[in-house]
């Protein structure tokens, strides 16, 4: 069948590119090999003329397929699937871009046209290392090619088809047997982005990340590199630069995923160890490690094969997340990861491909790794430094065993879930080792390479542990600590984090005055440390004096609810305009607003009264609609920034929500002065009538023709209340406005006047009730999170400029 | 012996001692009727909601108390007790994992206890898309 209206070059042209990458990285990967072996200076310099022009056409190849991708979309060609199901006509440039990397083919793209950027500044500056280095760059080219080639190998599927048409993806659809199919209503509009992920953090997060992710493959293939041309300790100066770059960007990306979290969606933090999460900072966790023992053995030759572990690792540990993320094995555990897209095997073969020869060179090469017999003394500064990478490999360990549970639970028949209480299971953990790291970070800088003079240590760390000290205890007595939900043992340990916390900020910002004497060229690694430092103790409190402000505890209409005593009750419910008592405020639901009809945000106006201060401020949650046919909602949460803390809201529930219908009807009574009139819960009793009402809630004057009615409503709990409807004329046209009264679920409508009587519309429903229900939370310190993290990037710069300056 | 074998040694073993603990507190993943035979006890159930039967939430009176009813695939149902806030699109998730126990005929379910998947990652779903596609013939 001809089908009327489709644009099929574009679709075959990306296709074509996509497998000229694959063909072309082929040849790249093969050349480079040929290269490293090459017997004579001759003939790897023609292999190495052949890679470098296959790698050029890969990397021409990989924007191509880019930048047909964008064309389908900036274009709107709703045949093709990637269009139909990730874009939109609405959408602007910036999040054209984001739908393009919300796909699995897209993000994969990604990672490809970042190795691209950095197998060619490889090129041009790794020198004797090229041919090696490349060979495993252009494999993993030839990998991540494959995924998305969208080919059918004796019936397997190879990759995704970036260029799948919509009526091939969905080929049992009734729809395509019309030749005019793109004319029908569905065809005209894409699925669009999720109102989630439209979000300039979405713009930004996922190209960092694959830039940290693409990162970590050269200290990989500087340590294959060593390990294959048995010229093992010859690169790690120069590889250095680039290990410490991946940390800085892997680390820049994990946290702008953080910030992003804790920004605009309702998880309430900033990390909530979800498996996902941790997948990219295990790998993150032992490059680290694997910095600091190539630090060691630069400058003291020790630590060359755990250099090489933790180097290999770190890579392969990538290759691992990306099979745990993308594979959909996580998809009982975490909120984040991929459904199963059926490449299982494919991205299983990604890991393996790396895994068994990195293990192979490793394992057969180890006795020939370079070592030093002679034992590090325990006061050098090699010693620790080793004893702290370990520590940061065997959390790594611990976190990727626990987050690999569906994974064990595949191998070995289990059904081993995590238990109640996911976050604590790491948390309990994780603070001795920030209490480990924190010790090291402060006092390791002090000892000396070989071996420290004792006097001489103490005399310099004297200072700094004693303010420290100060410091800490300060904190742990007027700091507010009493995070005792988990007992006595926890909160003394989190006083002890909170203790090497400062410490290492204390430590390191002294040793640049008096071990570095102010010299901020080589303090890089201090000032990464003191950034370390402030981010702990910034996870920290912001952790641990975490408190809900919302807390049902006052109470309106609070049901009996028998679990409620050992449950905490976060959520508190707020009738509009009603002030209500909130711990420490008042809150007051002002009124909502739906602004951008697009996308369907709806604002809600919250109105906080501090107690103790009067300090007033407003906060406006609000919920996006998602876009077409997920009639999700989302809640994006508002924030009031202190320089010391953040109040942080998010709806939870309102009554636009439903937007059920309020079938209730209003139920009409001609009533006299003094009569009364009955409703399930009470009665209620027309007091007077007032004619041109003059008061704070109504101003008329005698020109005017307005009636209020003054109700008094009993209800059956002997509470009253009195509603004032209103009826008038405007123009001649009669007007009503309806009073309610929230607390008895009733309306009552002023409806028109008889001789001697007037009558009064009743209504009871519940429906009718504007709410929000939402939760407040105080965040602490959350400053000191992300500053502490931009300073200890900010020491990562400094050192890749440094030891980058070294090597050269 | 190397002082720094010994302190690798010392690190490894309390690494292990440290994941036999983890492996003490997990819980298992259960079915309705396992779970109940475990009443009383941590376990994780995957299920859907079951939405013939009526939702309780009303967040005027509480918004801190939600019943419903979950099904699992083997077609067990169990009334189920969250104390929070109705997780927004509870209804349309095929699979939701809630953590609990079962306290006499309710399953109780913990703190942050219902895990859905978050929104962005409905779409690669098939079926997702496939419904959207042949919504409006």
Not at chain 1, 323 to 342: E, M, N, Y
Not at chain 1, 545 to 565: C, E
Not at chain 2, 101 to 108: C, H
């Amino acid at each position: 069948m001809d089908y009327i209206g489709e644009h099929l070059l574009p679709g075959k042209l990306g296709h074509f590119f996509s497998i000229l990458s694959f063909a072309a990285s082929f040849v790249a990967t093969i050349a480079y090999f040929k290269a490293t072996t090459g017997k004579t200076p001759e003939e790897e310099n023609s292999w190495k003329r052949l890679a470098r022009a296959a790698f050029a056409i890969d990397i021409v190849s990989v924007f191509s397929v880019f930048a047909v991708i964008l064309y389908i979309v900036s274009n709107h060609l709703f045949e093709y699937n990637y269009a139909w199901e990730h874009s939109g006509r609405s959408m602007s440039m910036k999040y054209l871009l984001s739908c393009i990397w919300e796909a699995q083919e897209g993000s994969f793209l990604l990672w490809t046209m970042w190795h691209c950027v950095l197998g060619t500044i490889l090129i041009f500056t790794s020198k004797k290392w090229e041919a090696p280095v490349m060979t495993v760059i252009s494999g993993a080219q030839l990998c991540l090619a494959t995924m998305i080639m969208g080919l059918y190998f004796f019936g397997g599927k190879v990759g995704i088809n970036a260029f799948l048409l919509v009526r091939e993806k969905f080929a049992e659809g009734p729809m395509f047997s019309r030749p005019d199919y793109l004319t029908l209503p569905q065809m005209q509009d894409g699925q669009g982005l999720n109102a989630l992920l439209q979000n300039y953090w979405m713009t930004i997060h996922p190209p960092v990340l694959f830039l940290g992710f693409a990162s970590t493959i050269v200290p990989f293939a500087f340590a294959i590199a060593g390990l294959w041309k048995k010229q093992f300790g010859d690169w790690t100066r120069k590889a250095l630069p680039w290990t410490l770059f991946s940390c800085c960007i892997l680390g820049t990306g994990i946290m702008m995923g953080a910030a992003w979290a804790y920004e605009s969606l309702s998880f309430a933090g900033y990390w909530a160890w979800d498996p996902v999460e941790n997948a990219s900072l295990v790998p993150w966790l032992i490059l680290v490690a694997g910095l600091h023992t190539q630090v060691v053995y630069n400058a003291t030759g020790h630590s060359l094969r755990a250099t090489y572990l933790f180097l290999l690792l770190g890579f392969l540990f990538i290759l691992y997340a990306t099979f745990l993320t993308r594979s959909g094995i996580l998809g009982d555990t975490s909120v984040h990861a991929f459904v199963d897209s059926g490449m299982n095997l494919q991205l299983i073969l990604f890991v393996v491909v790396f895994l068994v020869p990195a293990a192979w060179l490793f394992i057969s090469r180890y006795r020939k790794i370079p070592h030093i017999a002679k034992e590090e003394a325990t006061d050098s500064r090699e010693f620790w430094m080793f004893i702290g990478a370990l520590v940061l490999f065997l959390s790594s360990m611990f976190i990727i065993i626990t987050t690999s549970l569906p994974v064990l639970n595949d191998i070995f028949g289990k059904k081993w879930s995590a238990g109640e209480d996911r976050e604590f299971a790491y948390n309990r953990i994780e603070v001795f080792i920030a209490i480990l790291l924190g010790i090291f970070t402060a006092i390791t800088q002090y000892l000396k390479y070989k071996n420290t003079k004792k006097a001489d240590l103490l005399k310099k760390i004297a200072l700094p542990t004693a303010i420290a000290l100060v410091l800490s205890i300060l904190t742990s007595i007027f700091g507010e600590i009493h995070y005792d939900k988990y007992g006595a043992g926890f909160l003394a340990a989190i006083h002890l984090a909170v203790f090497a916390a400062i410490y290492a900020f204390v430590a390191n910002a002294d040793y640049i005055r008096t071990g570095l004497h102010g010299k901020l060229k080589a303090a890089g690694g201090s000032v990464a440390h003191l950034g370390f430092g402030l981010l702990l103790l910034g996870i920290l409190i912001s952790s641990s004096r975490k408190t809900v402000l919302s807390y049902n505890t006052t109470g309106i209409n609070l049901n009996f609810d028998p679990g409620a005593k050992e449950n905490p009750m976060e959520n508190i419910t707020l009738l509009k305009s009603v002030k209500t008592d909130m711990g420490k405020y008042w809150a007051t639901y002002i009124d909502d607003d739906s602004v951008d009809t697009r996308t369907k945000m709806m604002f809600f106006h919250v109105k906080f009264h501090k107690k103790d201060d009067g300090e007033t401020f407003d906060l406006y949650p609000n919920w996006i609609r998602s876009t077409k046919g997920q009639e999700s909602i989302s809640a994006n949460p508002d924030k009031h920034h202190y320089w010391n803390r953040d109040i942080f809201t998010y709806i939870s529930a309102s009554n636009t929500m439903d937007q059920r219908e309020d079938t209730a009807q209003f139920r009409n009574y001609p009533v006299a002065i003094g009569d009364t009139i009955y409703y399930s819960r009470g009665f209620m009793v027309l007091d007077k009538v007032a004619l041109n009402p003059n008061d704070s809630k109504h101003h008329f004057s005698s020109t005017d023709t307005a009636l209020m009615a003054e109700v008094r409503v009993y209800a059956k709990d002997s509470t009253r209340y009195t509603a004032t409807p209103l009826f008038y004329l405007k123009d001649n046209i009669p007007h009503f406005v309806a009073d309610t009264v929230f607390a008895q679920d009733l309306a009552i409508r002023f409806n028109r006047v008889f001789k001697d009587k007037i009558e009064l519309g009743v209504k009871e429903s519940s429906a009718m009730i504007p709410f929000v229900a939402l939760k407040v939370y105080e965040f602490p310190h959350i400053n000191l999170v992300w500053f502490g993290f931009l300073v200890m990037m900010t020491g990562f710069v400094m050192s890749i400029y440094r030891r980058y300056k070294l090597a050269a | 012996m190397k002082k720094l074998h010994i302190v690798i040694l010392v690190l490894i073993a309390a690494s292990i001692a440290v994941l036999v603990s983890f492996m003490g507190s997990l819980s298992t993943y259960e079915t309705i009727a396992s779970a109940k035979q475990k009443a009383g006890k941590t376990v994780t159930i995957t299920a859907k909601m079951d939405n013939s039967l009526p939702v309780d939430y009303d967040p005027i009176k509480n918004p801190n108390y939600c019943s419903f009813h979950i099904a699992d695939t083997l077609g067990n149902t169990v009334r189920a007790v969250y104390h929070g806030e109705k997780p927004r699109d509870m209804e349309k998730a095929e699979r939701i994992t809630f953590t609990g126990k079962m306290q006499g005929d309710v399953f109780e379910i913990a703190p942050n206890g219902i895990m859905l998947k978050c929104p962005s990652k409905y779409k690669d779903d098939p079926n997702a898309a496939k419904k959207n596609l042949t919504q409006n013939q």
